[in-house]
């Protein structure tokens, strides 16, 4: 059974950074072709953040570039996103999923991916 695991989400002001983790279970990390984050805020779509291959390639949405950077150790089957200089609107609930398949990029929606952690809450307030 494939299962991920999120955590690290949090309250925090402007400025601050969050570390989000999720683990993953049931499958090598490295078998997936893509992994992601997501988000979705109040009221809105869920959408791509950032994403990471098995090549270790990445893409990140305009609104994160040079702010989250996404990573996996492969050791502890675990995915990242690093976030600093976090905002008000990247508050939202924040989701890691899998899917077996290129492309591979921010562009691809929600539907296509596989596998889904349970979210985990991030608040960013001013």
């Known amino acids: 059974q494939v299962l991920l695991v999120n955590s690290g989400g949090g309250s925090v002001q402007v400025g601050g950074s969050l570390r989000l983790s999720c683990v993953v279970s049931g499958y090598t990390i490295n078998m997936y072709a893509c992994m992601a984050w997501f988000r979705q805020a109040p009221g809105k779509e869920r959408e791509g953040v950032a994403t990471?291959?098995?090549?270790?390639?990445?893409t990140y949405a305009d609104s994160v570039k040079g702010r989250f950077t996404i990573s996996k150790d492969s050791a502890k089957n675990t995915l990242y996103l690093q976030m600093n200089s976090l905002k008000p609107e990247d508050t939202g609930m924040y989701y890691c999923?899998?899917?077996?398949?290129?492309?591979?990029?921010?562009?691809?929606?929600?539907?296509?991916?596989?596998?889904w952690g349970q979210g985990t809450l991030v608040t960013v307030s001013s």
């Open positions: 990471i291959t098995t090549y270790n390639r990445t």
């Open positions: 999923s899998a899917r077996p398949s290129f492309p591979c990029t921010v562009t691809v929606g929600f539907a296509e991916y596989k596998y």
